[in-house]
């Protein structure tokens, strides 16, 4: 359940971070120094949030952790589905960093659970297997998807994936 949460959060956000940029381009203009400025901005929101999700999973737990990230992740998505200014996508993908940034420590922390010396480096190893493998396959199958749904799916598909990983992270938590 912790690699399913991981493969569709990989899937979800590279989605969306590989072709926000070319969101910005076809609607606001951008050019590639704004849209520098704009990855380097949630570089930034990304060194900040994910010390803070670190810290948070592990003072209040990472099933707590997984789901305060998944839902900060459907609102940012929602939140950025309606509005229409490049403020609005901008402070809408800030957040979703933050939100996302919740997630890999936590989940991270889930894998090495209770692993020793010989399925620890397994563990891991699977953990970016996996991670490799859904960035690659939103990389592939990201402007086939965009150009059939149009940049509404950059949304829309990613908010979709992050309620499967809420329902996850509940059913995990039970068991």
């Known amino acids: 359940a912790c690699y399913s949460i991981e ?3 990989s899937y979800g956000m ?3 971070f590989y072709y926000l940029y070319f969101l910005m381009r076809h609607r606001f203009e951008f050019g590639n120094e704004r849209n520098l400025v704009l990855a380097a901005l949630i570089g930034f929101v990304y060194l900040i949030a994910a010390w803070q999700g670190g810290r948070f999973a592990q003072r ?6 997984l789901k305060l990230g998944s839902s900060v ?3 940012s998505l929602f939140a950025g589905s309606q509005v229409g200014s490049v403020a609005g996508i901008i ?6 960093t933050a939100g996302m940034c919740f997630l890999w420590p936590a989940l991270e922390a ?3 659970e209770g692993e020793d010396a010989v399925g620890l480096p397994r563990a891991v190893g699977t953990y970016n297997v996996i991670w490799a493998g859904t960035n690659a396959l939103a990389l592939f199958s990201g402007g086939t998807l965009i150009k059939k749904f149009g940049f509404e799916c950059l949304f ?8 499967g990983q809420l329902v996850l992270a509940f059913w995990l938590e039970k068991h």
């Open 7 to 9: 493969a569709l959060c």
């Open 14 to 16: 590279s989605f969306y």
């Open 60 to 65: 209040r737990g990472t099933f707590n952790a």
């Open 73 to 75: 992740m459907i609102a």
């Open 91 to 96: 402070a809408a993908s800030a957040l979703l």
């Open 110 to 112: 889930l894998i090495s």
């Open 156 to 163: 829309y598909l990613p908010m979709a994936i992050a309620v």
